[in-house]
């Protein structure tokens, strides 16, 4: 079974910094690109964030393009988003998603149960 | 980057109903690169269809997906209780990935 669990999220001050973490279990993590997505409180999904199997390629949305980063660490089976300058409409429920395969045109197969950041202003 | 739009907002029925939900794409989606989300108050989003009309692991065949280009649409042939959430779709075929705004089933 799938099991995707999202950690490291909390209060924070505008212009801080936060680092999320998803530890993945249930598959062979390494051959399945990740991505974060989020949910602002009481709006819709946004997409974040993906990274590629190998970490080699990693893509960004515009909104947090320059201020996150996405990392793996596939010994580890975990991946992380390493949130800078964070700003208060970066306040929501952040989730871990698994991609229904490495290439580029993957749909998210398995979500976790994500992890609030707020960002007070 | 392609912009979904749901309809309607909100769709109000009973159990036993049909639900037909629309996403319009803002541009074409290549080879149907489209999915559908269900998400209940207070949980995570689950994978109803991928492929415009493919069916996720799990899912009760009274969910359908259909359509191509910039024009689709999730059924639910007769609402069951726990089938009262909000619907999202979402493209895959071109970058960024992109959701609509979503549509809420409503008793």
């Known amino acids: 079974e799938v099991q995707l669990l999202e950690s490291g999220g909390g209060l924070v001050q505008a212009g801080g910094s936060l680092r999320l973490s998803c530890a993945a279990s249930g598959f062979s993590f390494n051959i399945y690109a990740m991505s974060w997505v989020r949910q602002a409180p009481g709006k819709g999904l946004e997409w974040v964030s993906g990274i590629r199997g190998s970490g080699a390629t990693t893509e960004y949305a515009d909104s947090v393009k320059g201020r996150f980063t996405i990392s793996r660490d596939n010994s580890k089976n975990t991946v992380h988003l390493q949130m800078n300058s964070l700003r208060a409409e970066d306040t929501a429920k952040y989730y871990c998603a698994k991609g229904s395969y490495n290439g580029n045109y993957h749909y998210f197969e398995s979500w976790g149960q994500g992890t609030l950041v707020t960002v007070s202003s | 980057e392609i912009v979904l739009t749901q309809s309607p907002g909100t769709l109000s029925l009973s159990p036993g109903e049909r639900a037909t939900l629309s996403c319009r794409p803002s541009q074409n989606v290549s080879s149907s690169f489209l999915a559908w989300y269900q998400q209940k108050p207070g949980q995570a989003p689950r994978l109803l269809i991928y492929?415009?009309?493919s069916g996720a692991t799990g899912i009760p065949d009274r969910f359908s997906g259909s359509g191509s280009g910039t024009e689709f649409t999730l059924s639910i042939s007769r609402l069951e209780p726990e089938d009262f959430a909000v619907y999202y779709c979402q493209q895959y075929g071109n970058s960024p990935k992109t959701f609509g705004q979503g549509t809420k089933v409503e008793i």
């Open positions: 492929g415009a009309s």
